[in-house]
């Protein structure tokens, strides 16, 4: 009974891999498509035209200023052990530290030659180019 059952098992996989295995003919046309799809530059291309409409503003020329703002917070638990001068000894397990630090910085370039207006330029020429390139997508 086992034999049957393992041979059964047996023909089974190997009709399964027979099929598995049968090819379909590709056109070109196909094997080009295909190719299209699954090249990673392609996809970066098309993804850069979205990149490109994102950052043809006048903030990314350079025209407004940058604004940075930044935070950390810290916890530290140390154990401490001080022996001072006069001859008393500090000691204490577990004292926390609690740090907290804010930043805020603005910088505007006053004057840049125009090249706020060459960069905005760049970037619409940049961005039209993309769209008669990607125009179908």
């Not at 009974?1 to 090819?23: D, P, V, Y």
Request: aromatic content about 8%; overall charge positive.
């Amino acid at each position: 009974m086992k034999k049957k059952l393992k041979l059964l098992l047996l023909s089974c996989l190997i009709n399964i891999i027979a099929f598995a295995q049968t090819t379909t003919r590709l056109t070109l046309e196909e094997a080009i498509q295909i190719a299209l799809e699954k090249n990673f530059d392609v996809v970066i291309e098309k993804n850069s035209k979205q990149i490109g409409q994102i950052n043809n503003n006048w903030g990314t020329a350079g025209l407004w200023p940058n604004i940075n703002l930044n935070s950390t917070a810290g916890i530290a638990s140390n154990n401490l052990e001080q022996q001072l001068a006069n001859g008393t000894t500090i000691k204490r397990n577990g004292a926390v530290l609690r740090n907290i630090n804010a930043g805020f910085a603005v910088s505007w370039r006053v004057f840049d030659g125009m090249r706020m207006f060459a960069t905005k330029k760049d970037w619409r020429n940049w961005n039209c180019w993309v769209n008669s390139v990607f125009a179908d997508s």
